[in-house]
């Protein structure tokens, strides 16, 4: 058995939940396998939790509220204690608050009793921005955003999609302090995005290279059957079948 974690420092200290917490301390496990609890204000996080080294744990935050410690749980040192607490909290989602669930990333819900879902043609994206749009009073005139965007498009998905047009569009009367706060949600955004798929690479690098290994002995297998039976392989098999069927023919006389 070696020594018990010790957990010393986090950050952020509060938040809603799935809130990334980066756990800091000592003897927080040898491996990723060596870490088999992690809980947070009493909530288990074991899930969510990303080992870094035996100092650093990286997890999101679950549905708490108050203050509570950060008790981590190892394999070979039993369970730990913590030096810090989490203040965990409930918040309503406003205007440009940031949710643990996107809402494009919701699965829709089946209608068993025969109703249809609604269609994806009437489906409308999030605002980037994490802004209530505005209503249909409020909208820029059509025809001027044509004649200021001519080959221009305000639809996310369209590769000719004009940034001017959208923000007509949508936010002509939204004030220049919503829309710089609405520039640092979408940055914060894309920043955690592209974290988040760092991470993956970073936690997973053994496998990745492992497939990366697979594919070159796949690659190099296939050159050797090219260089041996040609680019068509067909012939070849013809040949080879058309033989074991005189073999046989000749064993059976």
Known sequence: MGPPPVVTGISPKEGPPGTRVTIRGEFLGNSVSDLIGLKICGCDCLLSAEWKSKNKIVARSGPCKGRGDIIV???????????????????????????????????????????????????????????????????????????LFPDGSGKLSDENFQPGWYLLEHHSNTSYEDLKAGMVFLQRKVEGQKEGQLSFLKANTGAVMDQLDRLVILKNMYEEDQRKNGKEPLPSLQTAIEGIMNLLNKIKK
């Open 73 to 147: 749980t190892t394999r070979f040192g039993g369970e730990g204690t913590s030096t810090v607490q989490f203040r965990g909290y409930h918040e309503s989602i406003g205007p440009v608050k940031e949710s643990a669930v996107w809402v494009e990333e919701s699965v829709p819900l089946s209608m068993p009793w025969g109703r249809r879902p609604m269609s994806p043609t009437t489906y409308t994206p999030p605002d980037p921005l994490g802004l209530s749009t505005e209503g249909d009073d409020c909208k820029f005139p059509e025809e001027e955003l044509n004649e």
